[in-house]
């Protein structure tokens, strides 16, 4: 049984940083990212990273500020958040997939997501 689980998320003031983490278990996965949802709109790709962790990719909103890596030895993907903004504050959702390309977001499966909450 797969189990995607988060952590980290929390309260920070704008300008700070935080660091997520989701450990996978019962399964290894091609691509691994970071979805995110704010209240009232709609999901927002935020990050992925393949296997070989040699080609991040990256929403727009985040570029230049999110850094995505994993440990595969661990079974583990990070999102690390600088600079963070009030409007990054969403629940972030860990997503894996088990072939390296996802269609339209639509991965295999979901963690059951971790608020981060981003003071003014």
């Not at 309260?11 to 996965?29: D, I």
């Not at 080609?55 to 727009?60: C, T």
């Not at 990054?88 to 991965?107: E, L, R």
Request: with cysteine; hydrophobic share 35%.
């Amino acid at each position: 049984q797969v189990q995607l689980v988060e952590s980290g998320g929390g309260l920070v003031q704008a300008g700070g940083s935080l660091r997520l983490s989701c450990a996978a278990s019962g399964g290894t996965f091609s691509l691994m990212g970071w979805v995110r949802q704010a209240p009232g709109k709609e999901r927002e790709f935020v990050a992925s990273i393949s296997w070989t962790a040699d080609k991040p990719n990256y929403g727009d909103s985040v570029k230049g500020r999110f850094t995505i890596s994993r440990d595969n030895a661990k079974n583990t993907v990070y999102l690390r958040m600088n600079s963070l903004k009030p409007e990054d504050t969403a629940v972030y959702y860990c997503a894996a997939h088990i072939s390296a390309t996802v269609v339209a977001g639509t991965y295999d499966y979901w963690g059951q997501g971790t608020q981060v909450t981003v003071s003014s």
